[in-house]
């Protein structure tokens, strides 16, 4: 963008004292004491300057660049009074064994005062596949819930009005599906759909890049997710239909600016699709929301957050043609960085989420997962998850970080760090743009080499000493220390027999006349172009099972096999 | 010591002469987390090891087909998803049956003390956890994986 020519300030005649401190200052400091050896760069191996000056943003316009919370380009927040307003939504994700055992599980993060649900499926779930599929052996009720039908998903609601709590569910290739039994759970209990307060994660092209739970080719998988939004902007107003995730990016061990690209670049494919399916940008853009990892590098990480509002506000007005400003706002969730925890001592993991958790609210969040610190172990047990909770709690209530909006605003490192990111992040998009855009980018494999290139840099850095981690190659306790132990959850092998008992009685109970028909009806659909969600809709209700939905779309739609890049 | 990384270095081929360890590498079960396996697939290949790289989605059958055709000589396997109770020994299991029982298996993941204490007796020679270092992966094929026939 064209910038603003300026008449000489002071900012321009600063160098002459930074250069001044140099020479008398620093240099005979230097002389004296030596600096640590270094490197000094951020966790993705970003430089950073010994100091910062007003002469780091002599290109810096703060009324253009930075302007004022709830005002374009949103970098200092997308409301007005942020926390002091309404904090930010704590939002743990869980899940895990079967419906009932989850649905105790939201019902005490909900009396600890958690004011979100956030579902974790487990494995098979995730990746569209019933309980009793061969695929699925081993995996039922593991990493998150098992839901084979809407029997399960109304048990996993059972007691939860859901014109009261927002949700937001995990899940991707099969999202349609599971949206579609939440929307029957909604019918069931009498409440209205546009009384009803969620994201669905639903975000496909960050599978192909980080996650590699696909089912279906990129753009079959394009055509659901636009499906999906015309439905929702008719008849479920206030859900958000994507949440683009840059999480999952961070964790296949991209860099925070990778991370900050790519998921960029996947919102911008998102909309673009959206436009290309005949949608209006506004109807559906401002249900779009984000999703970003908070990883240790606290500076880092903090202006990541104020870059991305920055450059999606400018990519949806000015390249979009965007024209309400709730389509500008980049709404964003955070989770505190998985990858960063650490099997050995244990405990440390508080600390460490402690730092990204702070980091995530003053970049400015609007809702927080912090890790529990047994996850590099099982899925977290009781006491870990209320820890974590715990910890955002006392961020919001004691350490003071959101009686003011933005406050690191106009320190001159952090307009200047967020700048640089800014910068780098927006020469990824351009070259993805020169691709032909993300999709062209993803089929041509170059995300998925980047990161590749990037978590092995990064592991080499670890394995040399480069960067330290505590308890893992500096401070290193013996392997049989007791700072190593720690109680963790475990999930008992007679919940895949329970589910696959329930699946089995399922499949004999129902109504077989009414799901072929759905069935069928749904095929028709996804061969010609009618939306699928309502067909997907009648299916759930029918019981068709994730698997047999699945199962009928691979057969239109085709099945995605990946060249591994290593 | 020499740098592992170099795939210039000699000390993979000096501990087995006759020909480079063959390893199969791979990801078993739907479980997609695969950063951790690449990095380890590619650092072996970097030490001298010839490693062949299954990809993601391997049935426990997939994996041993594909280790007894390509006459590895060990068995790499990467679970971040739980499920390596069920999936390990069936991989163990397959290869007793296939004729490929002295073809070393092990493994990295998220698994926890107690099972790799079984998961041990059951026949899988070494488990990684989160914190392994690369180095020590290379050094344990270095040491503790041999030819299976010379």
């Given at each position: 963008m ?11 005649v600063?160098p002459?004292?930074?250069q001044?401190?140099?020479e008398?200052?620093?240099r005979p400091?230097l ?6 050896p ?7 191996d970003f ?19 930075l302007a ?18 309404k ?19 939201y019902?005490?993060?909900?009396s600890?005062?958690q ?20 695929m699925a052996l081993?995996?039922?009720?593991r990493?998150?819930?098992a839901?084979?039908?809407?029997a399960?998903?109304e ?14 569910m ?19 209990q009498g409440v209205a ?10 975000d496909?092209l ?8 696909w089912i279906?080719?990129p753009r079959?998988?394009?055509?659901i997710?636009?499906?999906i939004?015309a439905f929702?902007a008719?008849s ?5 239909t994507?949440s683009?995730?840059?999480?999952h ?5 991209s860099t ?13 494919g ?9 949608l ?11 999703f ?19 450059i ?7 390249r ?6 709730r389509?500008w706002?980049?709404?964003?969730h955070?989770?505190?960085a ?7 001592q ?7 989420v402690?730092?990204?958790a702070?980091?995530?609210v ?11 610190m047994?996850e ?7 006491m ?6 715990r ?12 009686n003011?909006?933005?406050?690191l605003?106009g ?7 967020t700048?640089?990111m ?5 020469d990824y998009i ?18 998925q ?17 480069e960067?330290s981690?505590?308890?893992?190659n500096?401070?290193v306790a013996?392997?049989?220390d007791?700072?190593?132990k ?5 999930i ?15 499949r004999r109970?129902?109504?077989d ?6 069935l ?29 939905i699945?199962?009928?779309l691979k ?12 | 010591?020499?740098n ?5 270095s ?5 501990a ?6 063959r390893?199969?590498?791979?990801k078993v079960?739907?479980?997609g987390h ?11 290949r ?5 490693v ?5 989605h ?5 994996v041993?087909s594909?280790?007894?055709q390509?006459?590895v ?7 971040l ?6 999936l ?6 397959l290869?007793?049956?296939?004729g490929?029982?002295d073809?070393a ?8 003390d107690?099972?790799i ?7 899988v ?6 914190g ?5 992966i ?5 040491t503790?994986i ?5």
């Amino acid at each position: 963008m064209a910038k603003t020519p300026k008449e000489p300030t002071e900012s321009q005649v600063m160098p002459r004292g930074k250069q001044r401190w140099v020479e008398e200052t620093l240099r005979p400091a230097l002389e004296k004491n030596p600096e640590r050896p270094g490197p000094f760069t951020t966790v993705s191996d970003f430089p950073i300057e010994r100091l910062a000056t007003s002469e780091d943003l002599a290109d810096f316009d703060p009324e253009r660049d930075l302007a004022m919370p709830g005002e374009y380009p949103y970098t200092r927040g997308v409301h007005p009074t942020m926390y002091r307003g309404k904090l930010w939504t704590m939002r743990q994700f869980s899940g895990f064994g079967n419906a009932r055992h989850t649905n105790e599980r939201y019902k005490y993060l909900l009396s600890q005062g958690q004011t979100g649900l956030s579902v974790a499926f487990d494995l098979p779930t995730l990746m569209g596949r019933d309980s009793d599929d061969p695929m699925a052996l081993g995996e039922v009720g593991r990493e998150g819930v098992a839901i084979d039908s809407l029997a399960d998903m109304e048990t996993l609601f059972e007691g939860i009005p859901l014109d009261r709590i927002s949700t937001s569910m995990t899940i991707n290739s099969p999202a349609a599906i599971l949206f579609a039994m939440y929307l029957a759970v909604a019918d069931k209990q009498g409440v209205a759909y546009d009384k009803l307060d969620g994201t669905i994660q639903n975000d496909i092209l960050k599978e192909y890049i980080a996650q590699k739970e696909w089912i279906y080719p990129p753009r079959p998988s394009l055509r659901i997710i636009t499906d999906i939004m015309a439905f929702c902007a008719r008849s479920v107003p206030r859900w958000n239909t994507i949440s683009v995730s840059g999480y999952h990016i961070r964790e296949a061990g991209s860099t925070a600016v990778q991370e900050l690209a790519f998921t960029l670049a996947d919102g911008i494919g998102y909309v673009q699709a959206g436009v290309e399916a005949g949608l209006d940008v506004d109807a559906f853009a401002p249900r779009l929301s984000f999703f970003f990892n908070s990883h240790n590098d606290f500076f880092e990480e903090l202006c990541k957050l104020r870059a991305a509002r920055r450059i999606w506000a400018r990519v949806m007005r000015e390249r979009f043609g965007a024209k309400d400003p709730r389509s500008w706002k980049l709404r964003t969730h955070v989770q505190t960085a998985g990858c960063s925890l650490t099997a050995q001592q244990p405990y440390n993991n508080i600390v460490r989420v402690t730092v990204q958790a702070l980091a995530a609210v003053l970049g400015g969040t609007q809702s927080l997962h912090t890790n529990s610190m047994d996850e590099t172990l099982a899925l977290p047990s009781e006491m870990a998850v209320t820890i974590a909770l715990r910890t955002q709690q006392i961020i919001a209530e004691e350490s003071g970080v959101p009686n003011s909006v933005d406050p690191l605003a106009g320190s001159w490192f952090v307009e200047n760090l967020t700048s640089r990111m800014e910068a780098a992040a927006l020469d990824y998009i351009r070259r993805i743009d020169e691709m032909g855009g993300i999709v062209d980018a993803i089929e041509a494999g170059f995300p998925q080499r980047e990161i590749a290139e990037a978590s092995y840099h990064y592991q080499m850095q670890i394995d040399q000493g480069e960067k330290s981690i505590v308890g893992v190659n500096k401070y290193v306790a013996s392997k049989d220390d007791e700072s190593h132990k720690i109680p963790i959850l475990k999930i008992d092998m007679s919940v895949e027999r329970d589910q696959l008992e329930g699946l089995r009685k399922l499949r004999r109970d129902r109504d077989d006349g009414r799901l072929r028909k759905a069935l069928a009806d749904l095929e028709r659909a996804a061969r010609g172009g009618d939306n699928l969600m309502p067909r997907i809709l009648e299916s759930v209700k029918a019981y068709a099972t994730v698997g047999e939905i699945c199962t009928c779309l691979k057969g239109v739609f085709g099945e995605y096999r990946e060249q591994p890049v290593l | 010591m020499s740098n592992p990384y170099s795939s210039q270095s000699k000390s993979a081929t000096t501990a087995t002469p006759e020909r480079k360890l063959r390893l199969l590498v791979g990801k078993v079960g739907l479980d997609g987390h695969d950063r951790g396996v690449k990095i380890v697939a590619r650092a072996l290949r970097d030490a001298g090891f010839e490693v062949i790289y299954t990809g993601l989605h391997q049935t426990p059958e997939m994996v041993v087909s594909t280790a007894i055709q390509e006459d590895v000589d060990a068995v790499s396997l990467s679970i971040l998803s739980g499920a390596h109770m069920t999936l390990l020994p069936r991989v163990i299991e397959l290869l007793k049956q296939g004729g490929g029982a002295d073809i070393a298996v092990f493994a990295g993941g998220i698994i926890p003390d107690d099972d790799i204490a079984e998961l041990k007796q059951l026949g899988v020679l070494e488990i990684f956890t989160p914190g392994a270092s690369t180095k020590d992966i290379i050094e344990f094929v270095r040491t503790r994986i041999h030819p299976r026939r010379s």
